[in-house]
């Protein structure tokens, strides 16, 4: 199944089988809301190592037609979307009726934990996501009682590792986004989601240079200096990657 594709009616209401030793997940369906296809793949790792099924949205439009179909156990959701804010998507998720079993907000800003948790999630997830004892933790801990996926809950204490593929693949998205002369919101995004991928690939250059982005924008200084700065760390790691 691709990445988008629909999950057919049968899956709506996926079944708590038991779970399998060293597969604590078992029986759960996740839903990832995340536009970066590093943070994405490492969730599918996660997920593929816990026994979890995945679905994946890259926006807030993608994740309302997932949801029309089928309802995950476990809903994991960016803080900062391409159209929009996770923050919105969680409490409508918290708000609804049957609510959803767990709801994780996810970021690579420690500062947006606060507002994931306001909206209504019941844990977060900072990135690098790459812990598996952390992730199923979060997600067991979440679970409300007697849902449970059945049988031994040995939490493994491995970490996972995306493919460098999904790192070219976003660099690649952030180097068209400068290259479309980027104002005003989308500099926000781009500023955004570079911090992000930066954080989760341990690129402490590439970080510092996306929030000295954000912050001269936030400061109304010109953006030019810091735009030439993400572009060519961003062009130099795509170099090093081919």
């Known amino acids: 199944m691709t990445p988008h594709q ?12 038991a779970s399998l030793p060293g597969r604590p997940l078992g029986g759960l369906t996740v839903l990832v809301v995340e536009d970066s296809r590093f943070a994405s793949e490492a969730v599918r790792l996660l997920c593929l ?20 179909v089928y309802r995950p156990a476990v809903a994991i959701v960016d803080m900062g979307l391409p159209d929009g804010n996770g923050a919105g998507l969680i409490a409508r998720l918290a708000g609804q009726a049957p609510r ?8 690579g800003d420690p500062g947006a934990e ?16 790459e812990s598996l004892a952390q992730f199923q933790q979060a997600i067991l801990s979440a679970l409300p009682q007697g849902m449970p996926p059945g049988g031994l809950r040995c939490l493994d204490p491995g970490t996972v590792r995306p493919d460098d593929s999904a790192l070219r693949g976003d660099l690649s998205h ?13 500099i926000d995004h781009v500023a955004r989601f570079a911090a992000g991928l930066a954080r989760a690939a341990r690129d402490a250059p590439l970080e510092q240079a996306a929030t000295a982005l954000a912050q001269d924008h936030a400061a109304g200084l010109p953006p030019a200096a810091p735009l030439t700065r993400l572009g060519w760390l961003v062009r130099d790691r795509l170099a090093g990657a081919a």
Request: glycine share 14%; proline share 10%; aromatic share 2%.
């Open 6 to 17: 629909i999950a057919p009616p049968d899956e709506a209401a996926p079944p708590w089988g």
């Open 49 to 68: 190592r816990s026994g979890a099924r995945l679905r994946r949205a890259d926006s807030l439009r993608t994740a309302a037609r997932h949801l029309q």
């Open 100 to 107: 959803l079993p767990v709801i994780l907000g996810m970021s």
């Open 114 to 129: 606060a507002a994931a948790r306001a909206a209504g999630a019941d844990g977060f997830l900072g990135k690098p996501v």
């Open 174 to 186: 952030i180097a068209a986004m400068l290259a479309g002369a980027p104002d005003g919101g989308a």
